[in-house]
């Protein structure tokens, strides 16, 4: 679908659906509310779905979208760019903390390359890894797709770091990953991300989206110290004072300060709404991402579960900012879709709990 169909197709929660959520909990033998979080969890994902109980949300898949971005050459984080292309080829060989939590889950997982600066890793074992053409959800071959906008972005310190053309393009990959992958089966979507300094234009994309102070927006990343701390705060806030962007522009936004997996994640997330399938949130940069979706489509924040809470500062403000509370909250901030893959059992526990658990009249069990 294109973004403008895509957008037109997303639609409120079903109060119908949600109301027979809630009456169903309070028949399942068990005190009402016991289930905590779960209980909202499970009404709100029978919202989307439209249906009480909601489709149990299996088989799961992990698009990992990478790219690169000019604004590294500020000096933003300790690594160099090139570990972004290499970690693809981590990835593709089943040997990141992303694959081991994805065999656990039984995941799929597809690296989808949206502009990764230096070239893929061409090893043999790497290709041989990855297979010659994995089936689209074989949670045992690890999936790359090349849709390569641009080899990174522009130093969004300088200038403008995408062209709206060039945002758009990403975020109609997006999509198409999130059709491509609802349509071979996938009953829940989870984003990944791999982009060296990608957690700088996600402090911009949340300070625009949100409008709080560059210092609130801004995190340590993959760890940087106190100076370079400080640098990176002073970026992020010269950068919106440079682009002003309009959080009613989200495109616009985007393509400013954005990144080409920021923009595609957006693009997954709305294209998983329109599907009215669920989409489970990883860290800062899928909840930067979040923020731009919820602004082209207000109503597919009802798609969205988020998986954890990053300890990137930026991700607890576009968190709150886009109502949701984070399922778990371990500190991480690894990225990659680690913190959702862990999140996983949890949203599958609350959709089970409508299918199988029974109910008191059913068990012969007294109510109180
Ligand atoms: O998911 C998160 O919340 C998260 C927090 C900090 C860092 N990361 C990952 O680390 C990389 C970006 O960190 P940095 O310091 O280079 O901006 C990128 O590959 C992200 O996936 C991810
Ligand atoms: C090694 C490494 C792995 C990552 N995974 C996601 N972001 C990352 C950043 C680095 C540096």
Redesign the pocket.
């Known amino acids: 679908m294109m973004l403008e169909t895509t957008i037109a197709a997303i639609r409120p929660a079903d109060e119908a659906a949600m109301a027979a959520a809630r009456e169903l909990h309070g028949r399942l033998t068990k005190p009402a509310g016991s289930l905590g979080a779960l209980e909202e969890l499970s009404v709100r994902l029978a919202g989307l779905a439209g249906a009480c109980p909601p489709p149990l949300p299996e088989p799961a898949a992990v698009a990992i979208f990478a790219g690169d971005h000019g604004v590294h050459a500020q000096g933003v984080s300790p690594?160099p760019q090139e570990?972004t292309a290499q970690?693809i080829g981590n990835f593709l060989a089943g040997g990141?903390?992303v694959n081991a939590f994805a065999r656990q889950a039984g995941a799929s997982v597809t690296v989808v390359d949206v502009g990764v600066a230096t070239p893929l890793p061409t090893d043999p074992a790497v290709a041989d890894a990855a297979g010659l053409d994995p089936a689209v959800l074989d949670p045992a071959v690890p999936r790359l797709v090349v849709a390569s906008v641009r080899r990174g972005t522009r130093d969004l310190a300088v200038t403008a770091a995408l062209t709206r053309d060039e945002a758009l393009a990403a975020v109609q990959t997006g999509i198409r990953i999130a059709d491509e992958l609802i349509d071979a089966g996938a009953g829940i979507l989870l984003t990944g991300?791999?982009g060296?300094g990608n957690t700088t234009p996600a402090a911009a994309l949340i300070a625009a989206f949100t409008g709080v102070d560059a210092l609130d927006a801004t995190g340590r990343g993959?760890g940087v110290d106190d100076p370079t701390y400080a640098h990176k705060v002073a970026v992020v806030r010269a950068a919106l004072a440079r682009h002003i962007p309009d959080p009613t522009d989200p495109l616009g936004v985007l393509a400013a300060v954005g990144g080409l997996e920021h923009a595609a994640l957006a693009g997954l997330i709305l294209g998983a709404a329109a599907r009215r399938t669920p989409v489970l949130l990883d860290g800062v940069i899928a909840v930067s991402a979040a923020l731009a979706a919820a602004a082209f489509a207000p109503d597919a924040v009802s798609a969205m579960v988020a998986g954890h809470r990053s300890a990137e500062p930026g991700a607890t403000v576009a968190l709150r900012h886009l109502g949701l509370d984070p399922l778990i909250d371990l500190g991480l901030r690894?990225?990659?879709g680690t913190g959702a893959l862990l999140a996983l059992p949890v949203v599958t526990g609350a959709v089970r709990v409508l299918h199988e658990v029974a109910t008191f009249d059913s068990a012969g069990v007294a109510e109180k």
Do not use: C, R
């Open positions: 690594w570990v970690m990141a903390v991300d791999m060296i993959t690894l990225g990659e």
